[in-house]
């Protein structure tokens, strides 16, 4: 089983850069892929980026792409996201999860895919 804890959230200024990380725990980490999701106040969870269990690929939602880069280190059983030139509708708690399916042939953005939650970290980012 999986357990999974995110750090690294703040308050920053639009064109800021934060990492967050995401721990787990289990000897299958390296077997899931994983995702980063984000929640703003008053609105659905969406998908922002995934990785491949192997890390070979990753895939971003359009308002990400060129911004944010998701890395994993099965090593450490840790998976990071690199903001960069952070936007206010940025602002958000951002989740990681698991894929419910191991060594899965293709990333999947669907939230529903996804478990083992972590319990979240705010990112705000101020105009």
């Known amino acids: 089983q999986v357990q999974l804890v995110e750090s690294g959230g703040g308050l920053v200024q639009a064109g800021g850069s934060l990492r967050l990380s995401c721990a787990g725990s289990g000897r299958t980490f390296s077997s899931y892929a994983m995702g980063w999701f984000r929640q703003a106040p008053g609105k659905e969870r969406e998908f922002v980026a995934a990785i491949a269990w192997s890390g070979g690929n990753t895939y971003y939602v359009d308002s990400v792409k060129g911004r944010f880069t998701i890395s994993r280190d099965n090593a450490k059983n840790t998976i990071y996201l690199q903001m960069n030139n952070l936007k206010p509708e940025d602002t958000a708690v951002y989740y990681c999860?698991?894929?419910?399916?191991?060594?899965?042939?293709?990333?999947?953005?669907?939230?529903?895919?996804?478990?083992?939650w972590g319990q979240g970290t705010q990112v705000t980012v101020s105009s």
């Open positions: 999860a698991a894929d419910k399916v191991p060594l899965r042939a293709l990333i999947t953005f669907t939230v529903g895919d996804y478990t083992k």
